[in-house]
């Protein structure tokens, strides 16, 4: 019988908002304590330490609380190969994956293509002022949203995004507030790049007959 002996921790930076892996051992982890996970631009993305024979605890500083969660996750469920999402419950922000490094990349190719298809519908020339630059904005803003970094302070969770010629409005269905991204030049693709979270301020909440 063959034994997996190595696992994947996908999780997302908090700094730059990329996806980083690594892939760690049973041999390694085994004993340890504190192993610290860094992202590439050097921001620290986790530290993992074994509990007993059965969890590791991850420490994963989240962005959204300003404080780190502590994670429990079950050996056997992480070294089975499946793909698992790792939560902040508090703000229902995903902070990566577990699993077999290919059924994560595999199952973010598919979500990513599957948006990358719904976008090229809503971004035609007819409509959108700049179709490329709307592609960016409004694939960063699914990324950010994906992972619950799209939330509203009165709250409310549930937020609608509105394509404009050249902005998304992002409203919060609760309390009707509203937050304007702007997409339409090359400046605005870059400057959505550097954002990980994007808050709405609450507004007067609508009364419809």
Known sequence: MLINTVSTLALYCSRCGKIEMHDLSRFTLKGSVGRELTCGCGQ?????????????????????CETS????????????????????????????????????????????????????DMTSEDYV????????????????????????????????????????ELVCVHCNGRRVIAAKTEEDALAVQGIVTIEIGPGRRSHRR
């Open 44 to 64: 620290r993305l986790a530290t993992v330490s074994g509990v007993g024979h059965d969890q590791y605890l991850l420490d994963i500083p989240c962005v959204v």
């Open 129 to 168: 002022d700049n179709p490329q630059v709307m592609f960016e904005v409004l694939n960063k803003v699914h990324d950010i949203a994906e992972r619950g970094g799209v939330y509203c302070r009165c709250g409310g969770n549930i937020i609608e995004a509105d394509v404009q010629p050249d902005a998304i």
């Open 69 to 120: 969660h502590i994670v429990c996750v079950d050996m056997k469920d992480f070294w089975q190969g499946r793909v698992n999402k790792i939560y902040c419950a508090a703000a229902n922000l995903e902070l990566g994956f577990s699993g077999g490094r290919r059924a994560i990349e595999q199952a973010i190719t598919a979500q990513q293509q599957e948006f990358d298809s719904m976008v090229r």
